[in-house]
């Protein structure tokens, strides 16, 4: 059974920094696709960053380029996503996702597994 656990949300101030993880088992970490996406209240899931199953490549929206870092840990099966100068409009709920291999990263229904979600809340 596929199991994706994140961690890392709470509450900081504007300006401040989180780092999230997602924790995988149940399945060969290394070879899949992994993404961060975001819901924040009253709104859709939203795409937020992607990493190729090798690391090799790394999609982000408009919105968090250049703020945020997503990166894997394959020998750890762990994902994260540093998040630096946040801003009250990235409180969400925040979800990874895994899927075989993505070619469109930004797209949440080519993933197959989600995680519970952990709460990043940023406040003005």
């Known amino acids: 059974q596929v199991q994706l656990v994140e961690s890392g949300g709470g509450l900081v101030q504007a300006g401040g920094s989180l780092r999230l993880s997602c924790a995988m088992s149940?399945?060969?970490?290394?070879?899949?696709?992994m993404a961060w996406f975001r819901q924040a209240p009253g709104k859709e899931r939203q795409f937020v960053a992607a990493?190729?199953?090798?690391?090799?490549?790394?999609y982000y929206a408009d919105s968090v380029k250049g703020r945020f870092t997503v990166s894997r840990d394959n020998a750890e099966n762990t994902l994260y996503l540093q998040m630096n100068s946040l801003k009250p409009e990235d409180t969400a709920v925040y979800y990874c996702?895994?899927?075989?291999?993505?070619?469109?990263?930004?797209?949440?229904?080519?993933?197959?597994?989600w995680g519970q979600g952990t709460r990043v809340t940023v406040s003005s």
């Open positions: 149940g399945r060969t970490f290394s070879t899949y696709t």
């Open positions: 990493i190729s199953w090798i690391g090799a490549n790394t």
């Open positions: 996702a895994t899927g075989f291999r993505i070619s469109t990263m930004s797209i949440a229904n080519k993933y197959d597994y």
